[in-house]
């Protein structure tokens, strides 16, 4: 299972990597490997206020759906829509293709969550 430094990791398996106030959001290696083979996903609406912990859209593969959860607070501005015809996208390449892009409320969230280092530490413990 691959980790990459420099992002942010939720204990539901959401990755966050920061651009400025920009949050881009999608869901872990070990989440796309965990699921199989990826067929839908649905996406969130542009221009919609989430907060953090709330189903931010869903993944659903060949052996499950799940819903998928803001890791932070703020205004959705960008989805990304490539998946919604290729879902498979997140299995080939899950750090890349992103589900959202959140304009960050509050930055001082991201401290909530864990490093590389831990999340590989915790799905150790899965």
Do not use: C, F
Request: zero cysteines.
């Amino acid at each position: 299972m691959e980790t990459r430094k420099g992002l942010y990791y939720s204990k539901d398996h959401e990755w966050v990597r920061v651009d400025g106030d920009r949050a881009y959001i999608g869901i872990t290696d070990y989440a796309q490997d965990s699921l199989g083979s990826i067929v839908y996903v649905e996406t969130p609406k542009a221009g919609r206020k989430i907060s953090k912990g709330q189903v931010l859209g869903v993944v659903e593969s060949v052996k499950a759906a799940s819903d998928i959860y803001s890791p932070v607070s703020g205004t959705i501005i960008e989805v990304n829509d490539a998946l919604t015809g290729n879902p498979e996208l997140i299995n080939e390449s899950p750090y890349e293709n992103y589900i959202a892009v959140i304009s960050l409320d509050d930055p001082g969230e991201l401290s909530e969550l864990m490093n590389d280092e831990q999340y590989a530490e915790y799905t150790k413990g899965e």
